[in-house]
């Protein structure tokens, strides 16, 4: 029994449409997902600037949700002949605004537990601080700036209890707010799947709770 990961987006509209389901299993890359170059800079990896981001037109409502499906295995043979993997998390990071076509901008990342989110973010070359990816603005893990600011949008139960720290920085904003550099993933050992939603004080979507 396997879990996959789904994201969902839908406009509300004057004609209403259904929503669209687009599955994306946590564990396969796809081209919008992860870049094949590695740590060279390239198209797929650059972000644009904020400036950007406020220039476009926001859509009316774009609704994007996350789900989770079983997966019936039936294939016992192969997963007793499959080697024995580590424990890990995998991520699905969320990028703050939407693809051309509208769908979901999402990379796909699979980390030990026990890190801060921050690290595994950096590490996984996931924009972390937008606008604020200046050496004098931010405090580089210190927990003062409040500039790694990231919405969890599924996997909250694996991270650490909130700070005092982000206890006092996050008191005005919403509570699936955290500090990336006060967060931690778990432990060593721990497993699961996560959903975050980078700069969400920059996102063109909403997420759907229901």
């Not at 955290?178 to 959903?195: E, I, K």
């Amino acid at each position: 029994m396997g879990a996959t990961l789904q994201l969902v987006v839908g406009v509300a509209s004057p004609s209403p449409r259904p929503a669209v389901p687009f599955p994306f299993p946590i564990a396969a890359a796809t081209s919008t997902s992860s870049c094949s170059i590695g740590k060279q800079r390239c198209s797929c990896c650059v972000r644009l600037p904020p400036r950007r981001l406020q220039r476009q037109a926001r859509p009316s409502r774009v609704l994007v949700r996350a789900v989770q499906t079983d997966t019936a295995g039936g294939g016992e043979a192969e997963a007793a002949a499959a080697p024995e993997e580590p424990p890990s998390v995998d991520f699905a990071f969320v990028a703050p605004r939407l693809l051309p076509d509208g769908t979901p901008d999402v990379h796909y990342r699979t980390a030990c537990g026990g890190q801060k989110l921050r690290d595994i973010m950096l590490d996984g070359f996931i924009d972390l601080y937008g606008p604020y990816d200046k050496l004098l603005l931010n405090c580089s893990g210190g927990g003062v700036c409040g500039t790694c600011i990231v919405e969890v949008v599924q996997g909250s139960e694996l991270l650490s209890p909130k700070t005092d720290v982000e206890k006092e920085l996050l008191k005005r904003q919403p509570k699936t707010w955290r500090l990336a550099c006060q967060a931690t993933v778990g432990s060593p050992d721990s497993t699961g799947q996560m959903v975050i939603q980078q700069l969400p004080e920059w996102k063109i979507h909403e997420w759907d709770k229901s």
